[in-house]
């Protein structure tokens, strides 16, 4: 069975500052990767996702994320933070066997301090 | 981009009433849709997967006489929480998938949050 591990329960960073969500994830097979980032009291939103090709993934809201396969990790990172960027965070994984639900870790909440 | 709906967005019921929530794809056909559980700071759990014209999928532990899925259009899903109790109070969010896609991607409604007194 797939699995997805943020070991974050929480990040902070100071406006203008890079920052990096933390993602590892176990799967039999290829991975398809995912990050989502979730806002009070609504559905996720899509920021990016790894299926094959350049390890380094480019998504909305200038976020990306690095597919490290050596390390089976997927970190989301933002050179700039803006306040506007805190939420919360999911990484998730593909269902491989071809039922294509998603496993979600834990979720990050990120906060941008002005 | 796609865009996926629900509603009602919030509900508030008595305990022993049932409860419906729809989800609908507005822009694309999903022969697929997921129904994701999320308890307040936890992480979503999927409860089932609903396959057009046919039964839903659920997983382990979660109760199909509960929580009944009926996926009988391709833009249509719904997920009616029967005799509801307070432990079903949470936040439900169902994702469709664009079945016109070659690499699938799920897009996800906004939530409907449930409180049962």
């Known amino acids: 069975a797939q699995s997805v591990a943020q070991p974050e329960d929480q990040v902070n960073v100071a406006e203008g500052n890079p920052l990096t969500v933390k993602c590892t994830y176990s799967v039999s097979g290829n991975p398809y990767l995912f990050w989502y980032v979730q806002y009070p009291n609504r559905g996720l939103q899509f920021l990016l996702k790894y299926i094959t090709g350049d390890n380094l993934v480019k998504g909305s809201y200038g976020f990306e994320a690095e597919f490290n396969k050596s390390q089976t990790s997927f970190h989301l990172k933002k050179p700039s933070a803006l306040v506007s960027d805190s939420a919360l965070y999911f990484c998730?994984?593909?269902?491989?066997?071809?039922?294509?639900?998603?496993?979600f870790g834990s979720g990050t909440r990120l906060q941008v301090q002005p | 981009g796609a865009v996926v709906s629900q509603h009602p967005s919030r509900v508030i019921c008595k305990s022993g009433t049932s409860v419906k929530i729809e989800c609908r794809s507005l822009d694309f056909q999903a022969t697929t849709m997921f129904w994701y559980r999320q308890f307040p700071k936890q992480s979503l759990m999927l409860m089932a997967t609903?396959?057009?014209?046919?039964?839903?999928?659920?997983e382990q532990g979660v109760e199909k006489d509960k929580f009944l899925i009926n996926h009988a259009s391709l833009t249509l899903s719904t997920l009616t929480v029967t005799s509801a109790h307070p432990e079903d109070s949470s936040f439900y969010i169902c994702s469709a998938r664009d079945s016109g896609r070659a690499i699938d991607t799920q897009y996800f409604g906004p939530g409907t949050r449930l409180t049962v007194l």
């Open positions: 998730a994984v593909r269902d491989p066997t071809g039922r294509r639900a998603l496993t």
């Open positions: 609903s396959n057009e014209g046919s039964k839903a999928t659920y």
